[in-house]
């Protein structure tokens, strides 16, 4: 069983549609969930952060995370056509210092169109 | 603003040859990473560092090597390329703890011929 699994879609959705996206992971270690935004050709940038589980709302884009279920999701509300890119979900775990604990595990990425 | 830049955007080798790919952050980050993109596989870490001259293996180093003589700067070094290297490579940094977020360049697509 890998890491981390996202559903690479591709996911194509109308303009104000609501966006789910979502992955599972095996490692009961992480503690640190992000999601990242990535546009074609260029590198992913951080979307949303959030530490251990519960939800986190900004805007238009709420992350969620169950623990229990190993279970992290991104739901964005009223997409726009700039929200089209791969999203990616990324996490860590313990933030005590040196060695591997720098390191991210990343899903795939979804890419995600929202159509005018 | 947090500023991650990559040598080049676009590069053409052969195989056999020595590639170099710089990275230089602005932001005096501590850790220093280099991955690999490809459809269907993801992002996948080569190298990382979390201090000058200190670097550790990722999941994939085999045909890599990295040099990190200055906090700023991150460079990857194919010894010899080769055509299953052709990928889009991205550098990011981070502060030194692992809940830091990772600031990424824009990546290079290298091409082995």
């Known amino acids: 069983q890998k890491e981390v699994e996202q559903d690479p879609g591709p996911l194509s959705v109308p303009e104000g549609a609501i966006v789910s996206l979502n992955c599972t992971y095996s490692?009961?270690?992480?503690?640190?969930f992000m999601w990242y935004r990535q546009y074609s050709r260029k590198g992913p940038e951080l979307l949303m952060y959030?530490?251990?589980?519960g939800n986190k709302e900004d805007g238009r884009f709420t992350a969620q995370v169950d623990k229990s279920s190993k279970y992290i999701s991104l739901f964005i509300r009223d997409s726009q056509p700039s929200d089209s890119a791969t999203y990616l979900c990324?996490?860590?775990?313990?933030?005590?210092?040196?060695?591997?604990?720098?390191?991210?595990?990343f899903g795939k990425g979804t890419l995600l169109t929202v159509n005018p | 603003d947090v500023k991650v830049t990559q040598s080049s955007r676009y590069l053409v080798k052969r195989t056999g040859e020595k590639v170099f790919l710089e990275c230089v952050q602005d932001?005096?980050?501590?850790?220093m990473f280099w991955y690999r993109q490809d459809p269907g596989l993801g992002l996948r870490l080569i190298y990382f560092?979390?201090?000058?001259?200190?670097?550790e293996k990722g999941d994939i180093p085999e045909g890599y090597s990295v040099s990190r003589e200055k906090k700023e700067r991150f460079s990857l070094i194919l010894e010899s390329a080769s055509t299953n290297q052709t990928s889009m490579y991205l550098c990011?940094?981070?502060?030194?703890?692992?809940?830091?977020?990772?600031?990424f360049g824009p990546g290079t697509r290298l091409t082995v011929l």
């Open positions: 959030t530490y251990s589980s």
């Open positions: 560092s979390y201090d000058v001259k200190m670097k």
């Open positions: 932001m005096d980050h501590e850790n």
């Open positions: 490692n009961s270690a992480f503690q640190y």
């Open positions: 990011a940094s981070s502060r030194w703890t692992s809940t830091d977020t990772q600031y």
């Open positions: 990324a996490m860590s775990a313990s933030m005590n210092s040196g060695g591997s604990n720098y390191k991210l595990t």
